[in-house]
């Protein structure tokens, strides 16, 4: 159903609640598929750990395949039910190509130019984790994260909130979507916070651009691959 032409403030109200309400219970769902690598905190040993990895990786799929299927009908659903920034699957054009190569190009230079400082804690903790179960977390950075992190962060929440097609619109979901990814990441006023808001501003601004999900989605992909590719 359409949402109203006019709707009341109560309406709006309300459904602003609603949204939150239910982004907030899917960024809690999110998390769920990282569990495998989160077993340290149930008492078990890292040598366990890297023992078994295989099969925590295998264990990883199953609860990732779950989530995107959740965060994937939710999606559709969102589109189908109102959509006026026509998001979905569009042609492949030169101009979109030329804004993903062009996002995937600043992702990479901010992620290894200067940027140093905000990323050593990060780099640090995914670095342990290769170490430590090497397949659970290549399986989670590079099968499970940009899928899981693009419905979520852009697919849903930039269709959820600032759907209107103006340009204050536009620029509101950007901005908006770009620092509820740098708070989700880093809830401190640092550097740390300044650089994941930078990358959710890319991810956020090609997504607005080309209204397609799955440039962002390989974006993500690249640069984790580069990312692991690097720490290895």
């Known amino acids: 159903m359409q949402q109203p032409e006019t709707p009341s403030l109560i309406y709006r109200f309300g459904e602003s609640v609603k949204r939150i ?7 809690l769902v999110m998390g769920w598929y990282q569990a495998p690598a989160q077993l ?3 008492g078990l040993t890292p040598a366990w750990m890297h023992e078994h990895d295989f099969w925590l990786a295998l264990a990883e ?6 989530i995107v299927t959740l ?3 939710q999606y559709v659903h969102q589109l189908r039910e109102y959509n006026p920034k026509r998001f979905g699957r569009h042609r492949l054009s030169w101009q979109r190509v030329a804004v993903f190569l062009g996002g995937t190009i600043l992702l990479l230079a901010l992620v290894y130019s200067g940027s140093e400082p ?3 804690g990060y780099r640090s903790t995914l ?7 090497p397949w659970t977390t290549i399986v989670g950075q590079i099968l499970c994260a940009p899928l899981i992190e693009e419905l979520l962060y852009r697919g849903i929440f930039m269709n959820y909130f600032w759907n209107r097609e103006n340009a204050l619109y536009q620029i ?3 901005l908006s979507a770009a620092l509820i990814f740098g708070l989700l990441h880093d809830f401190s006023w ?6 994941w808001t930078g990358i959710g501003f890319i991810h956020a601004g090609v997504y607005e651009y080309t209204r397609d999900l799955r440039y962002t989605v390989v974006m993500h992909l690249i640069v984790n691959i580069v990312v692991l590719w690097y720490l290895f």
Request: charged residues 5%.
């Open 127 to 133: 670095h342990q984790q290769l170490q430590l179960i």
């Open 61 to 66: 799929v199953p609860i990732a395949a779950v």
């Open 21 to 27: 309400f239910f982004f907030s219970v899917f960024f």
């Open 71 to 73: 965060f994937l009908h």
């Open 40 to 42: 340290p905190e149930l």
């Open 118 to 120: 905000p990323l050593n």
């Open 190 to 195: 640092s550097l740390a916070l300044v650089f």
């Open 172 to 174: 509101m979901t950007v």
